[in-house]
């Protein structure tokens, strides 16, 4: 069993920067893809960004492309997402998620069996 606990989001002014943490336990977390998904109020959770076990390939959407970078600390069993010129439909909270997959990565949320509980960000205008 795998558990996921964000951490890192609070209120933040237009043009900031911001980074969030995800910490995974469990006693064989090993080759999990892992990838950051956001909802927004009244909205469907949707995409962020995405990282491979093995190579650290990464994926983004078009939204966050250019601003946010996806990484993570395999042997702390972390990862991160560092937020810069944050505007404010950046505000959702945000979810960190897993699979059990060492090569690739998943852009859908239903193939991601393991979330944590969301950390909330908030940029103000």
């Known amino acids: 069993q795998v558990q996921l606990v964000e951490s890192g989001g609070r209120l933040v002014e237009a043009g900031g920067s911001l980074t969030l943490s995800c910490v995974a336990s469990?006693?064989?977390?090993?080759?999990?893809?892992m990838a950051w998904f956001r909802q927004a109020p009244g909205k469907e959770r949707e995409f962020v960004a995405a990282i491979t076990w093995i190579s650290y390939t990464t994926d983004y959407s078009t939204a966050v492309d250019g601003r946010f970078t996806i990484s993570r600390d395999n042997a702390k069993k972390t990862l991160y997402l560092e937020m810069n010129d944050l505007k404010p439909e950046d505000t959702a909270v945000y979810y960190c998620a897993a699979a059990h997959n060492a090569k690739n990565y998943y852009t859908d949320a239903p193939r991601y069996p393991y979330w944590g509980q969301g950390t909330q960000v908030t940029v103000s205008s």
């Open positions: 469990g006693r064989t977390f090993s080759n999990y893809a």
